[in-house]
């Protein structure tokens, strides 16, 4: 069982849906993450939070707007997608970091798999 | 150059096979290092933390080389059920960046 819970497990959306995938950890991490990943590909980064604020994002479109409410949930906000958008998202958490370096191991949830018709 | 290198494969070996996968990285000053297993439309998973020193989990040898700036993963007397993708990850310093190799596919054969 992961410790890291996604819900929803599968979303199906229509390209002017707004929709919202949630992600939940209780180890007390303080680095949360959102990975992309298409099939045949590996995880590709998206947004990391560290202490609930924003640290990273990677260039990523406007119609995903991430969330993080507190220290346990990381939201991620869906808002006109393109088919291409469909994929595995991932969530990720973390517990150590040195600097701005990681420097445990990410701890993944099972991901929520995103069709946009 | 890519940042993290990885052979796709697939490695296609019988059960009972030894193999051994290899990702090179190109910033010196990475950090840490690990590999994960991911199963078919499942979540990555960790496999095992890589130390300096080298370390094993069972029939899984880990290795660094800082030198050589490549990390190995060594799996033996394989077993159907390691059939998987095997992703290399290596944290550079700064920024928070987590980095996957493209993962090495391996098939386990009876």
């Known amino acids: 069982d992961t410790e890291v819970t996604q819900t929803p497990k599968h979303l199906v959306m229509g390209m002017t849906n707004k929709k919202s995938l949630k992600c939940e950890q209780h180890?007390?991490?303080?680095?949360m993450y959102w990975y992309k990943q298409k099939a045949k590909k590996p995880p590709e980064l998206m947004f990391v939070?560290?202490?609930?604020?924003?640290?990273i994002n990677e260039s990523v479109p406007s119609r995903f707007s991430p969330e993080c409410p507190n220290s346990s949930l990381l939201n991620l906000h869906l808002h006109a997608l393109q088919p291409e958008d469909s994929a595995l998202y991932l969530c990720?958490?973390?517990?150590?970091?040195?600097?701005?370096?990681?420097?445990?191991?990410?701890?993944f949830g099972n991901g929520t798999r995103l069709t946009v018709t | 150059r890519k940042e993290v290198e990885q052979d796709p494969g697939p490695f296609n070996v019988p059960e009972g096979a030894t193999v051994a996968f290899n990702c090179t990285y190109s910033?010196?000053?990475?950090?840490?290092f690990f590999w994960y297993r991911q199963d078919c439309r499942k979540e990555p998973k960790l496999l095992m933390s890589?130390?300096?020193s080298g370390n094993e989990d069972g029939r899984f040898t880990a290795q660094l080389n800082r030198a050589s700036q490549y990390i190995s993963l060594l799996i033996r007397d394989s077993k159907l059920s390691d059939s998987a993708t095997y992703l290399c990850?290596?944290?550079?310093?700064?920024?928070?960046?987590?980095?996957f190799g493209a993962g090495t596919r391996l098939f386990v054969k009876a």
């Open positions: 990720a958490s973390s517990q150590d970091f040195k600097g701005r370096v990681v420097v445990s191991p990410l701890h």
């Open positions: 180890m007390g991490h303080r680095a």
């Open positions: 939070y560290s202490y609930e604020k924003l640290s």
């Open positions: 910033n010196s000053a990475s950090q840490s």
């Open positions: 890589v130390y300096s």
């Open positions: 990850v290596v944290n550079p310093p700064g920024g928070f960046k987590t980095i």
